[in-house]
């Protein structure tokens, strides 16, 4: 069965500095992977997504992940966060178009003055 | 405007009283899915549809029901709930092809007594 790990429950940055959250999962093939965030009180919102081709895909808001294979990880980055960026991160996977899709426990981002 | 619904958006209820929280969205979607949200366990899928009058289990489907018998609308039932079946719903909806991105409602929030 396939699973999501997200390893890091909070982090805390400050703003202006670079943000690396982590994602591993765990699929016998490649399958389709998946950043979302959640604002609180809010729904979730789609940041970006993996299919196949170039391993490093842009996403919003400034938001770019690398699919890397050989580590079965696909970890989220963005250069310098602001303090907009405080919220929930989820990474979820889906082995194939129209299965079910699995999420991660999520990361809480906090970020500091 | 392109959206999910549900509702109650808030509901408070006694264990074995059925009720049904219902999802519509306006976008044509042919999959549509039921999620639920617990701290630290983040959100595991209950059930999902693929289209009109095919559903599958998620990863968690014991205790509730679904239907698909109208495209937009994919309702959540719960038979006879559970204090542990306390816990923040979310419905979302998409084009079957993994590639579209997948619409969230805004979320209801049950509490079983």
């Known amino acids: 069965a396939q699973s999501v790990t997200q390893p890091d429950i909070h982090i805390t940055v400050s703003e202006g500095a670079s943000l690396e959250l982590r994602c591993n999962y765990s699929y016998g093939a490649t399958p389709y992977l998946f950043w979302y965030v959640q604002s609180p009180g809010q729904g979730l919102q789609l940041l970006l997504k993996?299919?196949?081709?170039?391993?490093l895909v842009q996403g919003i808001k400034g938001f770019e992940a690398e699919f890397k294979r050989s580590q079965s990880s696909f970890n989220l980055r963005k250069p310098s966060v602001h303090w907009s960026d405080a919220a929930e991160y989820f990474c979820a996977v889906m082995k194939s178009s129209g299965d079910k899709l699995t999420f991660g426990t999520g990361t809480r981002l906090a970020v500091r003055p | 405007e392109a959206q999910v619904t549900q509702n109650p958006r808030y509901l408070i209820t006694v264990t074995g009283k059925k009720l049904t929280v219902t999802c519509s969205q306006n976008?044509?979607?042919?999959?549509m899915s039921w999620y639920r949200q617990d701290p630290g366990l983040g959100l595991r899928q209950i059930y999902y549809s693929m289209n009109v009058e095919v559903t599958d289990k998620g990863d968690v489907p014991e205790g509730y029901k679904v239907s698909r018998k109208e495209k937009r609308n994919f309702p959540l039932i719960l038979e006879s709930p559970s204090p542990n079946q306390t816990s923040l719903y979310f419905c979302?909806?998409?084009?079957?092809?993994?590639?579209?991105?997948?619409?969230f409602g805004p979320g209801t929030r049950l509490t079983v007594t």
């Open positions: 976008m044509n979607h042919e999959y």
């Open positions: 979302a909806s998409s084009y079957g092809d993994v590639s579209y991105e997948q619409y």
């Open positions: 993996y299919f196949s081709g170039d391993t």
